[in-house]
């Protein structure tokens, strides 16, 4: 059951591609739309944000982090009660990594394309949130929650 239930987590990570960043720094809760990548086997999510930003500043002070990928979209209107919504709880690393920066890079041009410049703007830093657990909400009485 409980490898059931992470694989549909996974896959709601691999089916979608924008979240919710929560950030947090002196008991201050910031949130950004971001888009995102997975690797292969959804330990890892990446991003690209720019080094002048709240959210940014705040991943440096405060490596906790928490995004939401949900699927409200699909579910409008008397369909909304079908959504799902996944929390992920992650630690904040940047991508040191010249190899790993590349993929990264590789991946967020063939999924978002329109954000080429940003990507390559010298400003830009590929961020990683190793995934620590997920909590997944079907509807509004169904959760389940894995460690990983």
Same mark, same amino acid.
């Given at each position: 059951? !409980?490898?059931? #239930?992470v &694989?549909?987590?996974k896959?709601l990570v691999? *089916?979608? &591609?924008?979240?919710?960043?929560a950030t947090? %720094?002196?008991?201050?809760?910031h949130?950004s739309?971001?888009?995102?990548?997975?690797d292969?086997?959804?330990?890892? #999510?990446y991003?690209?944000?720019?080094r002048?930003?709240?959210?940014?500043? $705040? @991943?440096?002070?405060n490596p906790?982090?928490?995004l939401?990928? *949900?699927t409200?979209?699909e579910?409008?209107?008397e369909k909304?009660?079908?959504?799902?919504?996944?929390?992920? !709880?992650?630690?904040f690393?940047?991508?040191? *990594?010249e190899? =790993?920066?590349?993929?990264?890079?590789?991946?967020? @041009? $063939?999924?978002h394309?329109? @954000? =080429?410049? %940003? @990507?390559h703007d !010298?400003?830009a830093e #590929?961020?990683s949130v190793? #995934? =620590?657990?997920?909590?997944?909400?079907e509807?509004?009485?169904?959760?389940y %929650?894995?460690s990983?």
């Open positions: 059951m !409980a490898s059931e #239930i &694989n549909k987590m896959e691999r *089916d979608n &591609n924008t979240c919710v960043l947090t %720094f002196k008991d201050k809760p949130c739309l971001m888009v995102y990548v997975a292969e086997d959804c330990g890892e #999510i991003m690209v944000t720019h002048d930003t709240t959210k940014y500043r $705040n @991943l440096l002070k906790n982090v928490s939401l990928i *949900d409200r979209a579910n409008p209107g909304r009660s079908e959504a799902k919504a996944l929390t992920v !709880a992650g630690e690393r940047t991508v040191d *990594d190899e =790993k920066k590349q993929m990264v890079l590789k991946k967020m @041009l $063939n999924v394309p329109h @954000l =080429k410049d %940003f @990507l !010298a400003g #590929i961020c190793k #995934i =620590k657990s997920f909590l997944l909400l509807g509004v009485s169904s959760a %929650f894995e990983v």
